[in-house]
């Protein structure tokens, strides 16, 4: 079956810096996330992204955040100048078309340590 | 505002014998509800779904869950349960049919198996 990828599996930083994450969605799909998970908290949306724009972003999702999708196959998500709370697994996820009956699919995250 | 709520931070149960993780949300309208597997190191990955019909829903791995409106619940069920079925557990749902709406997530239940 088809998966999402994520690279790097672990990223570690120092506060301040600029850090991009990056995400191979599934081929043909049209929806694409940003969830994050902070160690022993849920997991929280960050924002969606579809046709070229954000669809929707929660509060999390400020100016420091920043998504793109630069080709046919990358989605990347760039955090311009990490923070220590920044510090948690990323998730991406991805999406056929509208009302897709098996929800999102996710990748096996980034974990992101920020000192 | 929607939301979800795993009561239990941790299920124990012995292998053979049948399990329940309990969810419960809070949505206006109508509800899609997820429950999404977490293992170690890995991503998170979808178990079944509700979107309507049939209350009882079957899924990956043995899984069920039943869905039922009064009690606004989702609870996660299977007959007998394997040491492999070990893992966090994270109830979901969706508000609204389209992809692009986000998935709210619970605070994940961690089941553990013993032989």
């Known amino acids: 079956e088809p998966e999402v990828t994520q690279t790097p599996s672990h990223q570690v930083t120092q506060m301040g810096q600029e850090v991009i994450l990056r995400c191979v969605p599934i081929s043909n799909h049209l929806y694409f996330y940003w969830y994050r998970q902070i160690l022993g908290q849920k997991v929280e949306f960050l924002v969606s992204?579809?046709?070229?724009?954000?669809?929707?972003k929660s509060e999390i999702f400020d100016d420091q955040f920043s998504v793109e999708r630069p080709d046919g196959s990358n989605f990347t998500l760039k955090i311009r100048s990490t923070k220590l709370e920044d510090s948690a697994m990323y998730f991406c996820a991805s999406s056929p078309q509208s009302g897709s009956f098996r929800g999102q699919f996710f990748g096996p995250g980034t974990r992101l340590t920020v000192l | 505002a929607q939301s979800v709520a795993q009561p239990e931070d941790q299920v124990n149960v012995a292998e053979g014998n049948p399990l329940t993780v309990k969810c419960t949300y809070s949505?206006?309208?109508?509800?899609?509800l997820f429950w999404y597997v977490q293992y170690p190191n890995r991503g998170l990955q979808f178990l079944l779904k509700?979107?309507?019909?049939?209350?009882l829903v079957k899924g990956s791995y043995g899984f069920e869950a039943e869905f039922n409106k009064s009690q606004t619940s989702f609870h996660l069920k299977k007959p007998s349960a394997l040491v492999s079925d070990s893992a966090l557990y994270f109830c979901?749902?969706?508000?609204?049919?389209?992809?692009?709406?986000?998935?709210?997530f619970g605070s994940g239940t961690r089941l553990s198996i013993r032989p």
């Open positions: 992204f579809y046709n070229n724009e954000i669809s929707e």
């Open positions: 979901a749902v969706r508000q609204g049919y389209s992809s692009a709406s986000k998935i709210i």
């Open positions: 949505v206006s309208g109508n509800p899609y």
């Open positions: 509700y979107i309507t019909g049939d209350n």
